[in-house]
């Protein structure tokens, strides 16, 4: 058996413990980096990062604990993210129609309220058409077909205040027949 002697020996402790210590100061520098790294991902202050560095450098272990306990909650990723969310739902409210009446949500499609029984669409009165119009609309956006409306008299074209009708034109040029356009004179 070899029994080392006294002076191996303190060379080999002399090894561990520069091993040892050099472990730590690297730990620490690491803690420190790692410290403002976080921190720039979480703050935009300049004298935060400084304060948040400062108090590793400082303290140590102890200073990054403290660290934890003070240091934002979420990145800024992070907190961008969540306002880019919130941004999305509320314009997703804002978008979808409400009853003009009871301001409760309604479907586009939706010819009626559920909730308060106003109209809300009508049909278009071509039945090659049939899609959905507004109630104050005269014409068809989608065919072009003057609307009447009920309480305007079936049939009749309506009127605005005066007793003249209201001359319906056609949105897709001139009649090729010449039916439906005034004539001269």
Request: net charge negative.
């Amino acid at each position: 058996m070899v029994f080392l002697t006294m002076p191996a020996i303190s060379t080999a402790v002399q090894v561990v413990v520069a091993f040892g210590g050099a472990y730590l100061v690297a730990l620490w520098f690491s803690m420190i980096v790692w410290t403002y790294y976080d921190i720039r991902a979480r703050s935009q202050d300049i004298y935060v990062h400084i304060f948040a560095t400062a108090l590793v450098l400082i303290f140590n272990v102890f200073g990054l604990l403290l660290y934890f306990i003070l240091r934002p909650r979420e990145t800024l990723a992070e907190a961008y993210e969540r306002s880019l969310e919130e941004e999305s739902l509320l314009q997703e409210l804002e978008e979808r129609p409400h009853c003009p009446s009871c301001r409760q949500r309604v479907s586009p499609d939706y010819m009626v309220c559920p909730s308060c029984h106003v109209i809300l669409k009508n049909l278009c009165i071509t039945p090659s058409c049939g899609r959905l119009v507004h109630p104050r609309w005269e014409l068809c956006p989608f065919c072009g077909t003057l609307q009447v409306g009920e309480t305007e008299g079936h049939g009749e074209p309506p009127t605005h205040g005066s007793n003249v009708p209201i001359v319906p034109i056609s949105v897709f040029g001139p009649d090729p027949q010449g039916a439906g356009t005034p004539g001269p004179g």
